[in-house]
């Protein structure tokens, strides 16, 4: 994936988000979209505070074909290589969802990702597009998130301990469905529960 991996960590670090247009090829964007492992099941309709439609499917990143780990490598190994001196380590990511997005059904409303989820969470559209928005700080930044494009966010407590992920929502497709694929790493461990800041509390009985 050739893009500015200084401009993205930068953004990273100054506004919580970074969006590379374009960064993956037509064939890359096919190798991952095939590697959806299935069987598809339909979100729920409400899961927290959002509201969303749509099917997903995943496995932990370790499961996943040698491509899909590749570009989740390259992701974080690509951000960590300029991350400033004293920066915690950036996680490899442990889990990988995909989602379908039909043509007017396929959504989620504004939410922050959950606070198990820290390191960055990375966001490939592989066929479609749809509009993505965002609000950083006081703004709010709008785009249409097409086939090859990612957005990586920051999750829970990296690059900082205050650090979270910044509010976005995607709005459905209108003419012909998007794929999504999303790296992302749970604190608590591949396909964990990640409503929560650390499971652990919570088997010891506190």
Known sequence: MRCDWAQATRSLFDDGWARL?????????GRLAAAAPGPWEALPPEEGVVRQGGFTCGAAFDDTPAIVRRVGDEITASLAAHCPDGTPDLPRFNEVNWGRNPPGAGFITAHRDPPGYGGVIAVATLTGQATFRLWSGSRAFA???AAGDLVILTGKGWPTAGAR???HEAEPPVDAERLVMTFRYNRNGAGAEYFV??????RRGR
């Not at 247009?21 to 964007?29: I, K, M, N, S, Y």
């Not at 800041?197 to 919570?202: N, P, T």
Request: overall charge negative; charged content about 30%.
């Open 143 to 145: 785009w249409e998130a």
């Open 165 to 167: 992920s910044p509010v």
């Open 21 to 29: 247009a374009g960064v993956l090829d037509d064939d890359l964007a």
């Open 197 to 202: 800041e650390e499971a652990a509390h919570l």
